[in-house]
């Protein structure tokens, strides 16, 4: 399998333009996880899926920010209009869940490193 | 509420020394799970090693094991014999019924080898 993939892997936008990253989990899994990680901050969860729908966005930073699993295979996160300080790295991540190997387990993709200046 | 704490911002050690980075955790769920991730400079999360909370032996992974203290809430991930390939950050997560799905992850600590 690839492992989760994430595109872009670089993305640099001005202020105010809309940003989409976008995610392809493991197939099977029936978890996909979105966090953002910058410095000051750490890693934080925004949103996760299970089973395409969404089940806890409490991370969700304002109405700017939103994500869709339309199926299993596909994700986004999008970011209208952006802002500087929303630049910092985005990974998603999936899970097989409990039925796992390694219970809930996630396994990360590269990551997509946002600049918005 | 579920919590992971990792109190060392950063350590560092010589290069063939072995190294402890600190965990502690806080859950009222009896069946949970402990997970050690690292960070390399490239920025990839990889996968090290998992304890469950039923599991009675220490979990290992080669130059990794987790020195799991159930009474105490800690899981420390032990690195013997550390390599200049070890240096990145290292997240500690939790995953229990009490969090559904999620990973609930520490703020890291940064390990640095020296040669």
């Known amino acids: 399998d690839a492992g989760v993939i994430q595109s872009p892997r670089h993305e640099v936008t001005e202020m105010g333009q809309e940003v989409t990253l976008r995610c392809k989990p493991i197939s099977g899994h029936n978890s996909l996880f979105w966090y953002r990680q910058t410095m000051m901050r750490g890693l934080e969860l925004l949103i996760y899926?299970?089973?395409?729908?969404?089940?806890?966005d409490s991370g969700m930073p304002e109405d700017r920010f939103s994500a869709k699993m339309p199926n299993a295979s596909f994700s986004t996160l999008k970011i209208q209009p952006s802002e500087p300080r929303d630049s910092a790295v985005y990974f998603c991540a999936s899970s097989p869940g409990g039925a796992g190997l390694i219970p809930y387990e996630q396994y990360f993709g590269p990551g997509t490193r946002l600049t918005v200046t | 509420a579920q919590k992971i704490t990792q109190t060392q911002p950063g350590m560092f050690v010589q290069e063939k020394e072995a190294v402890t980075l600190d965990c502690t955790y806080d859950t009222s769920d009896q069946s949970y799970g402990l997970f050690w991730y690292k960070q390399p400079s490239s920025g990839e999360m990889i996968f090290l090693i998992y304890?469950?909370?039923?599991?009675?032996q220490n979990a290992t992974e080669g130059r990794y094991s987790l020195n799991f203290q159930k009474a105490r809430k800690s899981a420390n991930l032990v690195i013997s014999a550390s390599q200049l390939g070890d240096s990145a950050m290292y997240f500690c997560a939790m995953s229990s019924p009490q969090g559904a799905q999620k990973l609930v992850f520490g703020q890291g600590t940064r390990l640095t080898i020296n040669p």
């Open positions: 304890q469950g909370s039923y599991d009675e």
């Open positions: 899926f299970n089973n395409n729908v969404p089940i806890d």
